[in-house]
Nanobody
């Protein structure tokens, strides 16, 4: 049974910072693409940031230069450092893992594993 558990969410004022973590268990973490997704009400999940098994990163335009995704394969942890947070960053963030040659879009991750999601609220 594969499990992804997010932590680190919460509430912060605009301009503040948060770091989300995703801890994985029971699989070869280093062979998986990992990603953070957001899901807004009535919309499909969309990628915020992804990182391949080789460390290649991709970011949504809205978070470039503000968010940093990283992974520690030895600890089976992926993190998302979020800085200069804005009210529009408010949403549920979910981590995902997939074994795939491409891992940039929701379609790439759809068949993979997903966490339960964690809420981030940014107040103005």
């Amino acid at each position: 049974q594969v499990e992804l558990v997010e932590s680190g969410g919460g509430s912060v004022e605009s301009g503040g910072s948060l770091t989300l973590s995703c801890t994985a268990s029971t699989f070869q973490f280093n062979t998986y693409c990992m990603g953070w997704f957001r899901q807004d009400v009535g919309k499909e999940r969309e990628p915020v940031a992804t990182i391949s098994s080789h460390g290649r990163t991709n970011y949504a335009d809205s978070v470039k230069d503000r968010f940093t995704i990283s992974r520690d394969d030895s600890k089976k942890i992926m993190t998302l450092q979020m800085t200069s947070l804005k009210p529009e960053d408010t949403t549920t963030y979910t981590c995902a893992a997939v074994r795939s040659f491409t891992c940039r879009t929701y379609a790439d991750f759809r068949s993979g594993y997903w966490g339960q999601g964690i809420q981030v609220t940014v107040s103005s």
